[in-house]
């Protein structure tokens, strides 16, 4: 280095000794204008209110705040909970040193002295603006889904806005967790700022992207047709159909002929099912489809294959204080009213069937119009024509031509129910009962039973008959006496 460069150096910063000691260059011009120190140290400085909105660089980066610097006398402190509108970010994913970014005041000195800013509201001041101009003129706005919350989504358009649920789509979503992550568009439907509160509907916005294409799809869809669709969603009162263009909706009442608890029984979601179109509500953008009108009605099946007066086996699903519901085929049940019990008075249906028990009934009515059949016990003791598929499962040789059951192999299944069912009954069809001599009585005098009813079971009391049967055996004994005097 030359001497004349060593001369400008110490002249710019000082000067070393022999033994390296620095000394600093004196400062002998006054070089600040006429001023004082205090006055030029307080022009170099930002003047800040409560509330304003500032500018800085960030100059650290902390787990739980951001420290910008923005020409005050410290440096402004970001809370991590004032970066952003997502909760629970970590600082460095949002922002990062030597950024510049703007900051709103919300306090010039805690209770710590330091500059408190945030971020967060810096966005919110300058989204306000543009939302409500985007509100009055009907605008859109697009953001991506950050969170899912209760009853619906919250969306990154600048601010918080929260999407409702059931506005998601043109249809209700059950499972929101898919749309995280996700950029939608939507219409702005509330607004308050004093809530701070952004209500938004992609529903709208659909409808009216589609509003074109939805009226040609319903124009012509005609009611009875049959068409082919996807189950989209499942509801407690039916399923949603997407039939390619629009979703209709399956009643509950429309999904079986059976009746359903749920509809999550009959169908599922992603389920490929035929249906036919019940209505078309061109106004109000709104389909009817019905699953079973697709299938075979079982009520028609079963009239079409049974008669007034057949025989049919059944299982006995429900009592009434009137009488007892029996099964008599799939989805098919008929009521056993409580005079039609049994040859002797019934006060109660229990005292005859109980829920589950099966037997055989007889058709005494067959109403398909207002869907009802009428059955009988006590007619079906008395015997008659069994219904063909009793027929085929007992054996054709165990009847006769009209249908009637003479009997089968011994020790068959048939044979075995038959005598199951006579033996409940007391006694065959058409065959008169047996009584032992000495159990008759007097001429004219019939035996009474009297039925008491208990809590735990139903005692018969026949003292009237063992009189009966005693006084024969005295009025015999008295004879054969006078025989052998």
Do not use: C
Not at 118 to 146: F, N, P, T
Not at 165 to 181: F, I, K, M, T
Request: glycine fraction near 10%.
């Amino acid at each position: 280095m030359s001497e004349q460069t060593i001369a400008e150096t110490e002249s710019q910063f000082g000067t070393f000794d022999s033994e390296g000691n620095y000394t600093p260059r004196q400062i002998v011009d006054a070089d600040l204008g006429g001023i004082d120190i205090e006055e030029a140290y307080t022009s170099t400085m930002v003047l800040v209110e409560d509330g304003q909105l500032v500018e800085g660089t960030v100059v650290r980066v902390d787990q739980d705040e951001v420290l910008l610097d923005i020409g005050y006398k410290s440096e402004g402190v970001i809370p991590s909970r004032e970066l952003s509108i997502r909760n629970d970010v970590d600082p460095s994913e949002v922002v990062s040193m030597g950024e510049r970014l703007e900051a709103l005041v919300i306090t010039k000195e805690d209770k710590e002295g330091r500059l408190v800013l945030s971020k967060k509201r810096a966005q919110y001041e300058r989204a306000w603006g543009k939302i409500e101009e985007l509100k009055e003129a009907d605008g859109i706005v697009k953001g991506s889904v950050i969170e899912v919350v209760k009853g619906g989504l919250i969306v990154d358009i600048g601010l918080r806005g929260f999407l409702p649920a059931s506005l998601v789509e043109l249809r209700r979503v059950r499972d929101l967790q898919p749309y995280v992550g996700k950029e939608l568009e939507a219409k702005i439907i509330e607004l308050d700022k004093n809530r701070n509160n952004v209500v938004l509907s992609r529903r709208a916005w659909l409808e009216e992207t589609q509003k074109e294409q939805r009226g040609a799809f319903l124009d012509n869809l005609k009611p009875g047709e049959r068409r082919t669709g996807v189950v989209s969603s499942v509801v407690n009162f039916g399923a949603f159909v997407d039939l390619g263009g629009m979703d209709g909706l399956v009643h509950v009442s429309e999904l079986s002929w059976k009746h359903v608890d749920h509809p999550s029984s009959v169908v599922s979601v992603g389920d490929e099912i035929d249906i036919e179109v019940l209505e078309v509500d061109l106004d109000r953008e709104r389909i009817s489809l019905s699953l079973k009108a697709t299938q075979q009605d079982p009520w028609q099946e079963f009239a079409g294959s049974h008669r007034v007066g057949e025989l049919v086996y059944g299982r006995v699903t429900k009592l009434v204080p009137f009488g007892s519901f029996v099964q008599v085929g799939d989805g098919i049940e008929g009521l056993v009213h409580i005079s039609e019990m049994s040859a002797h008075h019934v006060d109660l249906p229990e005292q005859v069937v109980t829920p589950g028990e099966e037997l055989w009934v007889k058709i005494i009515d067959l109403d398909l119009q207002r869907r009802r059949i009428s059955l009988s016990i006590k007619q079906a003791a008395e015997g008659g024509v069994v219904a063909a598929e009793y027929q085929e499962h007992f054996g054709d040789h165990a009847y006769d031509d009209e249908g009637n059951y003479i009997g089968g192999d011994e020790g068959s299944e048939g044979q075995a129910a038959w005598e199951e069912f006579y033996a409940d009954g007391d006694a065959a069809p058409d065959a008169p009962a047996e009584v032992e001599e000495g159990e008759e009585g007097e001429e004219g005098e019939d035996v009474e039973y009297e039925y008491v009813e208990v809590e735990e079971e139903v005692e018969i009391e026949v003292e009237e008959e063992v009189e009966v049967v005693e006084g024969a055996e005295v009025e015999e004994e008295i004879a054969a006496s006078s025989e052998e005097e």
